[in-house]
């Protein structure tokens, strides 16, 4: 019994070893924090070119703020009170941004970085992101667990949005192409095919999906507030788990946000300033030096692939040249 002991106890060590073998810390990945000009949680990032940049966030029920950049991140400003509750998410059209956030509010932005418009969706459900490609937008959110919304701008011109109810609360979306795009939430993962008209429910559950990312048609990941991380490498159909959620032989992560450079190298962010590093496609991952204690909410890559922007709660702005 003794001998059965010790053996379990060598292989429990062993497997703790090899798990922090991992995820050791990375000296290279030093990320930068800017100066903290406001105390509101940031949501969401976008850049229209390699100068202007935009962030949203806020308060969820007393303020929108909107901050801006016109040299490249290097310094920021705020546009405060954007709009009366709270941004979640944003996204650059052209020169012009959309932002969407609690009751539905939407914010434009005509190529101006100081003049906003406000939109009102018809449902009043909390807007978590938006995604635009050529003519193809979509926005999504809920009101709770099994409430879910999926937007579709209609192409007539007038600007209005086709509403869609889903069965899960959805939290990010990406578009693809002109017909291929996906959405995850709660439990849920959706592929549309038909340029977001119609959605099917994917074989991926296990964990509330808060981002998800392609690298092209076929290869995209996807990350789980209680710690899981998938890859597909066929559109969609199937998924493979990289890392199977928080246990007790994985740290207690909550992921957010994620990245991709191309196929195999990607980032993943979430909370108490987890940053972490995959260079083979998830088979091995690397941890930044510690940079923050505040929760991730969003990465962005730059256009020229060699910084990498993360926001943050209480006003937290941090970069990653790469």
């Known amino acids: 019994m003794l001998k059965y002991t010790k053996y379990c106890l060598f292989n429990l060590l062993g497997l703790v070893l090899i798990y922090s073998s991992c995820t050791k810390v990375n000296n290279s ?7 903290i000009i406001t105390g509101e949680n940031l949501y969401g990032i976008t850049f229209v070119n390699k100068d202007t940049g935009f962030i949203c966030g806020g308060s969820r029920f007393s303020n929108g703020v909107v901050l801006y950049t016109t040299d490249g991140g290097s310094s920021w400003k705020i546009h405060d009170s954007v709009s009366l509750y709270v941004l979640n998410g944003i996204k650059s059209i052209g020169n012009s941004i959309i932002s969407v956030g609690h009751t539905g509010k939407v914010v434009y932005s005509y190529g101006a970085k100081d003049s906003f418009a406000i939109g009102q969706t018809s449902g009043w459900e909390e807007l978590y992101a938006v995604d635009v490609k050529d003519t193809l937008r979509l926005m999504v959110g809920g009101n709770s667990y099994g409430a879910g919304v999926m937007y579709r ?3 007539d011109g007038s600007g209005d949005w ?8 959805l939290t990010d979306v990406t578009i693809l192409n002109d017909t291929l795009a996906f959405a995850c939430g709660y439990g849920a993962i959706y592929r549309s095919e038909d340029a977001g008209k119609s959605w099917l429910l994917l074989n991926a559950t296990g964990d509330f999906f808060k981002s998800i990312r392609f690298a092209n048609a076929h290869v ?3 990350v789980g507030y209680a710690g899981t991380i998938l890859r597909t490498s066929d559109s969609g159909r199937t998924w493979k788990r990289l890392r199977n959620g928080n246990s007790l032989f994985n740290a207690n992560w909550h992921f957010n946000t994620i990245c991709l450079l191309d196929e195999n190298h990607l980032f993943v962010a979430g909370s108490n300033g987890i940053l972490l590093e995959s260079t083979d496609a998830g088979k091995s991952w690397r941890k930044a030096v510690p940079f923050t204690d505040l929760t991730v909410n969003r990465l962005w890559l730059s256009a020229d692939a060699h910084r990498l922007w ?7 702005i941090h970069s990653l040249d790469l």
Do not use: E, F, I, W
Request: charged share 20%; no cysteine.
């Open 220 to 222: 995209g990941y996807a």
């Open 310 to 316: 993360m926001v943050s709660d209480h006003g937290g």
């Open 162 to 169: 086709d509403r869609m109810p889903m069965k899960q609360l």
């Open 153 to 155: 701008q209609k192409t």
């Open 29 to 35: 990945l030093l990320v930068n924090n800017q100066t």
